[in-house]
């Protein structure tokens, strides 16, 4: 099935921005104000997974990382966490970005990620 990216490599959002649930629905252009959902981390090969309302915790080190990535259990973040609504946290197994604002994925003012980019959606999309 033909793919279609997002623009700038996909942009991550606080949650001033609905995180959508759709996989088919993608940024066309910058100013639609889509968070990208199909973000993938070349480095660890995994989905940039991402959690509302979570600034950042401690330093977390990439061990870590891939134990928070494969957790589901809430008491293991929230000891780590600190909770500010307005933030979305995005992780994969070895960096995590937290955000109020809106950025394109490959230009976070981090010089420490530079694997993160739109992985593709499914066509058919209708871009918003
Ligand atoms: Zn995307
Ligand atoms: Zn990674």
């Known amino acids: 099935m033909p793919r279609v990216t997002c ?5 991550v959002y606080g ?5 959508p649930m759709d996989p088919r629905c993608y940024a066309d252009r910058p100013d639609v104000m889509v968070p990208c959902n199909q973000l993938f981390c070349a480095a660890c090969q995994v989905p940039v997974k991402h959690m509302d309302g979570v600034q950042n915790g401690a330093r977390w080190s990439k061990t870590s990382l891939a134990t928070l990535y494969d957790s589901t259990d809430p008491d293991l ?8 609504p307005a933030y979305r946290l995005y992780y ?5 970005y937290a955000t109020p604002g809106g950025t394109p994925a490959g ?16 066509s058919g999309a209708d871009g918003a």
Not at 7 to 11: A, F, K, P, S, T
């Open 15 to 19: 949650t001033q921005v609905a995180f």
């Open 77 to 84: 973040w929230l000891e780590e966490v600190e909770l500010v």
């Open 107 to 122: 230009n976070l003012d981090t010089k420490d990620i530079d694997d993160w980019a739109c992985h593709g959606h499914p």
């Open 7 to 11: 623009v700038q490599g996909g942009w």
């Open 92 to 96: 994969c197994q070895c960096h995590w």
